[in-house]
């Protein structure tokens, strides 16, 4: 798999354009940190109708806190807070990616077909992330998808960075370094096809593949080695 990893429809899949006054990408669920959300939204309106976007479904609600802004964070998770020029606070948009399984690649019909939590589906030339896997993935790879869990779709997929190296030490936190370097488990992180839960790999002695979301946490680990 590539080590190029693809966010740029980020924002469409919010079918927000503006930049967002505020964006995390870990878990700030703490109270510490619900205070400093709470300090950074100090200034905007944040009592007025907000539209809140989880992988492209919309749910509107009236007003949000730091806590529920909080509430929607974790690791690996992007989330991204947009006001509009008169300081209120109008949308959130909340992404968060899954490993999903590429088990059918047809040049023919120009269609790849990936195996997601909510059941397969085809992505065609039709669709804005064909031209991201087109010709870059085989069948059995694995790729980041930004799955709507109310209809099913694949909003986005692109394909992730990995990285190859024995596991060295791991914590109990389940955070895992490979080549110097730790990587944290991301909050999507469970077992995809023949994937390995970042939780469950303790081996430090074979080779293994690291799948990252696109925020460099863990998402599943490839042990076949």
Known sequence: VSTAVTIADRDKIADVEDTPILTYTSDM????????????????????????????????????????????????????????????????????????????????????????????????EDHDSYDDLAGAVANGDYVLAVVNADTGDVEAAYVGKTVTGVVTSYTNKNALTVGGVQYKPSKCADETGDLTAPASYRNTTDSCTLYLDSNGYVIGVDSSA
Do not use: F, H, P
């Open 29 to 124: 669920t703490k109270a510490d940190n619900v205070a400093d959300i709470n300090r950074a939204i100090r200034g905007y309106d944040a009592t007025k109708d907000v539209t809140v976007t989880v992988n492209g479904d919309d749910n509107a609600q009236t007003g949000i806190t730091a806590a529920q802004i909080a509430g929607y964070t974790g690791d690996g998770y992007t989330v991204k807070v947009y006001a509009n020029n008169s300081g209120v606070i109008t949308s959130v948009s909340v992404i968060m990616e899954e490993l999903a399984k590429v088990i059918s690649v047809n040049t023919t019909k120009n269609e790849i077909t990936l195996m997601t939590s909510e059941g397969n589906v085809i992505i065609d």
